[in-house]
């Protein structure tokens, strides 16, 4: 049975963007993300590793709405103690270029501040500085 790829879309107005923004909502998913695309394969305590300030109860839940959404593959060993990998599916994989774009755009508007607060640049470069040397 095919699927039908608006199913769902309905209570947000049938649009995609905010479809595909909802599946990346929140402070971690895109950080979770890109590091599945780096490592392939990583397993709960060393995602905790590379994100020193989630909770673990946060990177499960992260992990698990990921998951519902067809955008992480975890897989279960029956071994003492147990192991349990995360891995991107091919629809997260998928996410790649729309993540790379995201990480390009940070690089040519955002400037570190203190605290690691991030706020837009005043001197953007980039495609910011073409965008907004037109307006």
């Known amino acids: 049975m095919a699927r039908d790829t608006n199913a769902g ?11 595909t923004l909802q599946l ?3 402070k ?22 590379r994100l020193p300030t989630i909770t673990h109860r946060m990177l499960s839940k ?7 959404a067809g955008l ?4 279960v060993y029956p071994v003492v103690p147990p192991r349990v990998d995360y891995s991107l ?7 790649e ?3 790379q774009a995201i990480g390009r755009w940070g690089q040519e508007n955002l400037v570190s501040v203190e ?16 965008m907004r040397s037109a307006a």
């Open 72 to 75: 992480v593959a975890r897989t």
């Open 24 to 26: 990346l909502d929140g």
């Open 115 to 130: 605290g690691m607060t991030l706020k837009p640049s005043r001197h953007p470069v980039g495609s910011a500085a073409i």
């Open 62 to 68: 992260q992990l698990r709405d990921m998951e519902l």
């Open 89 to 95: 599916t091919p629809l997260g994989r998928s996410l």
């Open 28 to 49: 971690w998913k895109g950080v979770i993300l890109h590091h599945l695309l780096r490592d392939e394969v990583l397993r709960f305590n060393e995602i905790c590793k």
């Open 9 to 19: 879309m309905s209570d947000l107005g049938g649009c995609q963007i905010e479809a």
């Open 97 to 99: 270029p729309v993540l």
